[in-house]
């Protein structure tokens, strides 16, 4: 049953114009475990930036949450840099299994990016500068992600 589900949703990722990858960035992956990307959203620090998200789907799927995390370093007060775990309560207790991975990519991801919560922050040094000093938080995000993205789009494109 999962792996039907699971099929249907990357299918749907497929067909909205996501790429879905293999973990070496292949056309090759298993539903089990791919990458995908996502781009910052719009009037974040994270915009004109691009990220890999590496989903990862149990036989619990959809009752319970795919592991999301991004792959490269992203400073963020809810995700932890290193590891690139996701600190948010609509993958772990509020989610729902009429959430689609695109839903997760679509609206989930950017709402995160967009409105970080330091008050529930997995990265405490990003939520403490977050909360003491957003302009300072918010330049050095810029600068973060500008660095450590996999693709940066070139003010041409924009």
Same mark, same amino acid.
Request: charged letters at 25%; one cysteine or more.
């Given at each position: =049953?999962?792996?039907? /589900?699971?099929? /249907? ?8 114009? #996501? ?14 475990? #791919? ?18 998200? /590496? ?7 959809? #009752? *319970?949450?795919? *592991?999301?995390? #991004? ?5 963020? %007060? ?47 040094? %990003?939520?403490?500068? =977050? ?15 500008? %660095? ?11």
């Amino acid at each position: =049953m999962w792996q039907k /589900r699971a099929a /249907r949703d990357i299918k749907d990722l497929l067909d909205n114009g #996501f790429e879905v990858t293999g973990e070496n960035g292949n056309k090759d992956y298993n539903i089990e475990s #791919f990458l995908t990307s996502i781009e910052g959203p719009k009037d974040s620090p994270y915009e004109n930036c691009f990220w890999h998200v /590496r989903f990862t789907i149990t036989p619990n799927f959809p #009752f *319970s949450s795919p *592991s999301v995390g #991004f792959v490269e370093k992203i400073l963020h %007060a809810n995700i932890d840099e290193a590891s690139g775990s996701i600190c948010l309560d609509a993958l772990n207790k509020a989610w729902s299994p009429h959430f689609t991975l695109r839903h997760i990519c679509e609206t989930i991801l950017p709402y995160l990016l967009s409105y970080p919560n330091p008050d529930d922050g997995l990265n405490r040094d %990003a939520a403490y500068l =977050m909360k003491t000093n957003p302009t300072a938080f918010d330049k050095r995000v810029r600068q973060h992600s500008k %660095a450590n993205a996999y693709k940066v789009k070139d003010e041409k494109e924009q």
